[in-house]
């Protein structure tokens, strides 16, 4: 069983910094394509940014393009996201997900496999 452990978010002041990790455990594929997805009050989930830790390869929303960082540790099975320049939109739930390959389009929410989520609040 594939389990997902999101930790890392909380408050911070715009133009603040917040390191979001998501271990997992119990994946016996050598490679996985892991996802931060993000959900606002009201609003639908959307795509952050993913790796697919067989190349290494990354993808990024426009949005946030240049100010987070995605990376991974293969040893500890541990995917982070490095979030800067934090703006009040980035205030949601983010969610770790992982599948064997990415979906076509990486940012679709068709992952197989979902954390429990960890708030993220961007004050003004």
């Known amino acids: 069983q594939v389990q997902l452990v999101e930790s890392g978010g909380g408050s911070v002041q715009a133009g603040g910094s917040l390191i979001l990790s998501c271990a997992a455990s119990?994946?016996?594929?050598?490679?996985?394509?892991m996802g931060w997805f993000r959900q606002a009050p009201g609003k639908e989930r959307e795509g952050v940014a993913a790796?697919?830790?067989?190349?290494?390869?990354?993808y990024y929303a426009d949005s946030v393009e240049g100010r987070f960082t995605i990376s991974q540790d293969n040893s500890e099975n541990t995917v982070y996201l490095q979030m800067n320049s934090l703006k009040p939109e980035d205030t949601a739930m983010y969610y770790c997900?992982?599948?064997?390959?990415?979906?076509?389009?990486?940012?679709?929410?068709?992952?197989?496999?979902w954390g429990q989520g960890t708030q993220v609040t961007v004050s003004s």
């Open positions: 997900a992982a599948d064997r390959f990415c979906p076509l389009n990486w940012n679709d929410p068709e992952y197989n496999y």
């Open positions: 119990g994946y016996t594929y050598a490679s996985a394509c």
């Open positions: 790796i697919y830790t067989g190349s290494g390869s990354t």
